[in-house]
């Protein structure tokens, strides 16, 4: 049991590595979020897509049942990565990316909602501090920063997030990981097809080796190895464990573009690391 609490922890740890990427790319990808997504979620599709025909993997649905579930978690993962892409255009990697993770908070708070898993104290207290974290980071209080903008665009995206988990929990012990994930990247692809009629796609070309890179590693890799972990975790366990992506995100910022960290930075990471630590030990004892 000790084993494999281990192999599904780092599991899901690997899974938030690859899915810490999204920082750098979505910040200095020069497209706009909107188009951004369009492209990340299509191409995603495909290889997602490759994937499950090459694995033999049930693509079948059962719509009657589940067909308004899936577009809804679909419109809710749009609604997440369009508004966590303004959060990093708008401030920088680590804020972005910390602010967004204010969704363990929502998460601890909104579960008991869609489960008969009662409210759980010690997810709120941990949730708490990741939101203190969050506080720190905030310059002032003026809605002329384009800081406070983005950190205000990544508690809504953490807002969607995990409404988009929460409504796909239910589904992962019936539906393979990898396609549920393809799924919602034909959603997202279908919600979003207006871009191609407003967005500017004149320097597309040059973008496309890292839109490639999004849509593979980040989301066809990463995102379909979060979703897998649900079936081992409770939305808030695995929330709260993947608080640790702002800091692969940063350090990731940091070695390829210098992007340096302040001091609040730093401690608002501590604090999310904390809460990263304290869950992971206490998810193992209680799987034991």
């Not at 990093?88 to 908070?105: C, D, E, H, Q, R």
């Not at 809504?156 to 796909?168: D, E, H, Y």
Request: hydrophobic share 50%.
């Amino acid at each position: 049991m000790e084993n494999s609490h281990i192999k599904h922890l780092s599991f899901l740890l690997l899974a938030t590595l690859f899915i810490s990427t999204s920082g750098v790319l979505g910040k200095y990808i020069d497209l706009s979020p909107e188009a951004i997504i369009f492209c990340r979620a299509s191409i995603a599709a495909v290889f997602i897509f490759m994937y499950c025909k090459i694995k033999k993997i049930n693509l079948k649905v059962n719509y009657k049942k589940d067909g308004f579930s899936f577009l809804v978690s679909g419109f809710f993962m749009a609604a997440h990565w369009v508004t966590y892409f303004y959060a990093l255009k708008l401030s920088n990697v680590a804020i972005g990316m910390l602010s967004m993770y204010t969704f363990p908070v929502i998460t601890a708070l909104l579960e008991p909602f869609f489960s008969k898993q009662k409210l759980n104290s010690i997810h709120v207290f941990l949730a708490f501090l990741v939101l203190f974290g969050v506080y720190l980071l905030v310059p002032d209080f003026s809605l002329e920063n384009d800081q406070l903008k983005g950190i205000l665009f990544g508690i809504f995206s953490a807002l969607c997030f995990s409404l988009r988990n929460l409504t796909l929990k239910k589904h992962v012990k019936n539906y393979n990981g990898s396609m549920l994930m393809m799924y919602q990247m034909v959603i997202v692809s279908v919600f979003l097809i207006p871009v191609l009629f407003i967005s500017d796609f004149s320097n597309l070309e040059s973008q496309i080796p890292l839109l490639l890179l999004i849509a593979l590693l980040t989301t066809a890799i990463g995102h379909t190895m979060f979703v897998s972990s649900l079936k081992h975790f409770s939305v808030s366990t695995s929330s709260i464990i993947s608080s640790i992506q702002p800091i692969f995100g940063i350090i990731i910022a940091y070695i390829f573009v210098n992007e340096i960290p302040s001091f609040n930075t730093y401690i608002g990471g501590s604090l999310i690391l904390l809460t990263v630590i304290i869950e992971s030990v206490r998810s193992k004892k209680a799987s034991k």
